[in-house]
């Protein structure tokens, strides 16, 4: 028991040293690109689709004179550090090295570090570091947990939505830190509302017929959504149902975590979803489609079937129809239980379905309370496609700010951070 004991501490030692020389030498590493009076940016793509809303903007600022003055580094996660295949691949789309590579965990300890660029909640940098946050679009919430503000004074906004998210942020908990944000917009559906893709190649690479109208079927991960009250009956009743339309599946990113994710069971119900869609692969007009970034499949899809999802907000810039399931589980009771940090209590919010900045565009679309109601929905559009419009496109344009330019507009920003001395 004594060696056990003795053995632990040793290993612990043994990695706090490890731990410690690898931070020392990114120090160096870093402080000789400041000596050449380089500005540094860490860009955190520890998370497999945080690169779906960072790249546009890393593949813009390379088209900058500016770009010569930078230094880009990347944080990734540890499990990703382990993977030589995800290195791989890293290094190769990035068109970077290892040595520009940092565990996101440690990013705090580099002091020398001028710009962190994250899409999540959870990252953060040094003190000395001035610290960006690029939204995965509108979230469900009324504003963000207070912690948030604390990880980033700096807020790249999406749109009049996420503006009034964060002034209201700013009100409720009365925020006394210097908060800067910026009228940006959302620079990963730039390509979609450019329409930049191939319709006839999207459709090749999922074997689809391109004559057929196409649902993408894209719902959230959270319980009371289409998942967690439907489980796959509902792809299944189209499939057997409507075979003049095309089914792709996209799934919430979270909703496919792997079994050794701590949250596995939070995000997937303890369900293995790539499992249970695989008995949907002999049908000739269904597609499974696990790509993190959905705009290869918003760009060529008609029809939008989800709940209280964000990606809806993404689609409604193309002004197609969108079948939103009433998920009466969620309004009723997560709105208020799981979101709680979020402010979406209604005493403050009002009635949840009814409150753009909670529920994803649904007052723009069609609600289905059961499959009965999405048969309808179906039956009308084949009968009059123009029947389902979205009800207020003025709406849908005034969603997202520099809507097509945005990713020149996000570039254009850091440079001017790089530019700027003084503190934030």
């Not at 955190?44 to 003055?69: A, G, T, V």
């Not at 710009?115 to 995965?136: D, E, G, M, Q």
């Not at 709105?335 to 919010?349: A, E």
Request: glycine share 2%.
């Amino acid at each position: 028991m004594k060696f056990q004991s003795i053995f632990k501490l040793l290993s612990k030692i043994l990695f706090l040293f490890s731990i410690s020389h690898l931070i020392i030498k990114k120090n160096i590493m870093i402080a000789k690109n400041k000596i050449q009076k380089k500005k540094i940016i860490v860009f955190d793509i520890s998370e497999d689709q945080f690169l779906d809303f960072l790249d546009p903007i890393i593949q813009d600022l390379k088209k900058k004179n500016y770009y010569r003055n930078i230094e880009i580094y990347f944080a990734v996660s540890n499990k990703v550090i382990k993977s030589k295949e995800k290195i791989e691949n890293i290094l190769v789309n990035l068109k970077t090295n290892k040595k520009k590579l940092i565990i996101i965990d440690y990013v705090f300890l580099l002091p020398l570090v001028d710009l962190f660029i994250s899409a999540h909640f959870y990252s953060s940098a040094s003190f000395f570091t001035k610290s960006v946050n690029i939204p995965r679009g509108v979230g469900k919430w009324f504003v963000a947990p207070k912690f948030f503000f604390s990880n980033f004074n700096i807020h790249f906004l999406t749109g009049p939505l996420h503006q009034e998210q964060v002034l209201d942020a700013i009100k409720i908990y009365k925020l006394k830190r210097k908060i800067e944000y910026f009228k940006i917009g959302f620079p990963k559906i730039d390509k979609v509302y450019n329409n930049e893709y191939s319709k006839k190649k999207i459709m090749d690479k999922y074997n689809l017929d391109k004559n057929k109208t196409t649902i993408v079927f894209s719902p959230s991960w959270d319980q009371g959504m289409l998942l967690s009250d439907f489980n796959t009956k509902l792809v299944e009743f189209i499939l057997s149902n409507f075979n003049n339309f095309n089914l792709i599946v996209k799934l919430h990113p979270s909703s496919l975590v792997n079994i050794n994710h701590p949250d596995y069971n939070l995000y997937t119900q303890g369900v293995d979803w790539r499992e249970s869609f695989k008995k949907f692969y002999s049908y000739k007009n269904f597609a499974f489609v696990q790509e993190t970034n959905a705009n290869e499949v918003l760009s060529i899809s008609d029809i939008m079937i989800t709940d209280v999802s964000s990606i809806a907000y993404e689609y409604l810039i193309l002004k197609k129809p969108i079948f939103f399931y009433d998920s009466p589980n969620f309004y009723d009771e997560n709105v208020n239980s799981f979101y709680k940090d979020f402010q979406n209590s209604t005493d403050i919010i009002g009635n949840p379905r009814e409150n753009p900045r909670i529920n994803c565009g649904r007052h723009m679309g069609h609600i289905f309370k059961n499959i009965e109601d999405l048969k309808e929905l179906l039956n009308q559009y084949i009968y009059d496609k123009t029947i389902l419009d979205i009800k207020d496109k003025v709406f849908c344009d005034s969603l997202f700010y520099n809507i097509g330019k945005s990713k020149n507009f996000a570039s254009h920003q850091i440079i001017e951070i790089l530019k700027n001395n003084q503190d934030v």
